[in-house]
């Protein structure tokens, strides 16, 4: 988010992990392609520099299972959430296994989900892919003329 959002110039940044096993790192109207994919090359070695103690992780775990699994919701938003898991067709038990996969969460997850990040580009499994401004686009550098689309 600093790197990205703060010094980069870019409307906003993220990072993704899907239950599917798909990583993705954000960056929204991002003038700095380049840069940004150059701070995303970083992320495991950041990660591994700055791994969180057990306190953090414990306020970490409070936090994504009180916000993911008991915030208080409306009726509207209960629903919602119950048609996705009836779509997605996960049980109880599923929700209760991702909890406990959460309350189990240790330093050797956060080592091990760098190294997961690091494989993907040293395989050549990554996606790269850029949305915005052409000419922000191409002036990265990354991407070859004939794959730099304009909508």
């Given at each position: 988010w600093d790197e990205i959002r703060a010094k980069g110039g870019a409307y906003?940044?993220?990072?993704?992990?899907?239950?599917?096993?798909?990583?993705g790192f954000v960056s929204y109207r991002d003038p700095r392609v380049s840069d940004t994919y150059t701070v995303?090359?970083?992320?495991?070695?950041?990660i591994e520099s700055n791994m969180p103690s057990e306190d953090e992780i414990g306020s970490m775990?409070?936090?994504?299972v009180g916000s993911a699994y008991f915030a208080p919701r409306s009726p509207i938003d209960l629903g919602n959430a119950a048609l996705t898991r009836y779509l997605i067709d996960q049980t109880a038990a599923d929700r209760q296994a991702e909890i406990e996969t959460i309350l189990s969460t240790t330093p050797a997850d956060f080592k091990a989900y760098a190294d997961t990040i690091r494989t993907l580009k040293e395989t050549g499994k990554e996606i790269r892919t850029a949305l915005g401004g052409a000419?922000?686009?191409r002036a990265s550098g990354i991407f070859a003329e004939e794959d730099v689309k304009e909508l």
């Amino acid at each position: 988010w600093d790197e990205i959002r703060a010094k980069g110039g870019a409307y906003g940044a993220s990072a993704i992990s899907t239950r599917q096993g798909l990583v993705g790192f954000v960056s929204y109207r991002d003038p700095r392609v380049s840069d940004t994919y150059t701070v995303y090359d970083g992320v495991p070695d950041w990660i591994e520099s700055n791994m969180p103690s057990e306190d953090e992780i414990g306020s970490m775990i409070v936090s994504t299972v009180g916000s993911a699994y008991f915030a208080p919701r409306s009726p509207i938003d209960l629903g919602n959430a119950a048609l996705t898991r009836y779509l997605i067709d996960q049980t109880a038990a599923d929700r209760q296994a991702e909890i406990e996969t959460i309350l189990s969460t240790t330093p050797a997850d956060f080592k091990a989900y760098a190294d997961t990040i690091r494989t993907l580009k040293e395989t050549g499994k990554e996606i790269r892919t850029a949305l915005g401004g052409a000419n922000a686009i191409r002036a990265s550098g990354i991407f070859a003329e004939e794959d730099v689309k304009e909508l």
